[in-house]
């Protein structure tokens, strides 16, 4: 699967966009970018995903750059719930199953 | 409401137990996955399965097997537990397109003394 980068912690204060980078410089075509989040004690949460297009959903939007080695998540107003982990993957068929593997992820604080 | 979830929220064995941990799902998912989470190395991939009796290993398979039985559920197996496999253990589940979401279970928190 091919490798993401992310920063290890990020701070956003409440209200405000949270823009969350995302480095996949070696992804193929096939190979589709999720995010997910982890709040504290819980199983990772399911955010959005896309191949090449910009998607948004009531969560947040991706962008995915047009050589799609890099994307963004952006939650349009954190609030302090939004408070997690979050994890950019990269995904792609095996040809029998499709793993997810996850990196360390982005620790991403909502502050007043 | 779909739902993996996992047989127990915390578990404590002795080392050299076998231990069996548990996922059910209900969604009629075709993969199932098992996950282990420790400090500063995220989650890990143990391994995981795309049919009934079929497995693939994952990027940690060491000192683990699996069983998927039945569609539904996805057991992982530690032979002979070691201190070095307390954890986190994660299971989830996705259809079997691959451009598909997977839901997670709550986690079940292993400890080996």
């Known amino acids: 699967d091919a490798k993401t980068t992310q920063p290890t912690s990020m701070d956003c204060a409440e209200g405000r966009a949270a823009n969350l980078p995302c480095n996949h410089s070696?992804?193929?075509?096939?190979?589709?970018v999720y995010w997910y989040r982890q709040i504290h004690s819980q199983g990772p949460q399911y955010i959005i995903h896309?191949?090449?297009n910009n998607e948004t959903n009531e969560m947040a939007s991706l962008i995915i750059t047009e050589d799609r080695k890099s994307s963004t998540l952006i939650l349009p107003h954190a609030t302090l719930r939004d408070t997690a982990v979050y994890y950019c993957i990269v995904r792609r068929y095996t040809g029998t199953a499709s793993k997810l593997t996850f990196g360390t992820g982005t620790r991403l604080q909502v502050t007043l | 409401d779909v739902k993996v979830t996992q047989s127990s929220r915390y578990l404590v064995k002795r080392t050299g137990e076998k231990v069996f941990l548990e996922c059910v799902q209900d969604m009629d998912h075709e993969n199932m996955f098992w996950y282990r989470q420790d400090p500063g190395l995220g989650l890990r991939l143990i391994y995981f399965s795309y049919d009934v009796k079929m497995k693939e290993k994952g990027d940690i398979p060491e000192g683990y097997s699996v069983s998927r039985e039945k569609k539904e559920r996805f057991s992982l197996i530690l032979e002979s537990a070691s201190t070095n496999q307390t954890s986190m253990y994660l299971c989830a589940s996705s259809a079997g397109q691959w451009n598909t979401e997977a839901f997670f279970g709550q986690g079940t928190r292993l400890t080996v003394v």
């Open positions: 896309g191949l090449k």
């Open positions: 070696t992804i193929s075509g096939n190979e589709y």
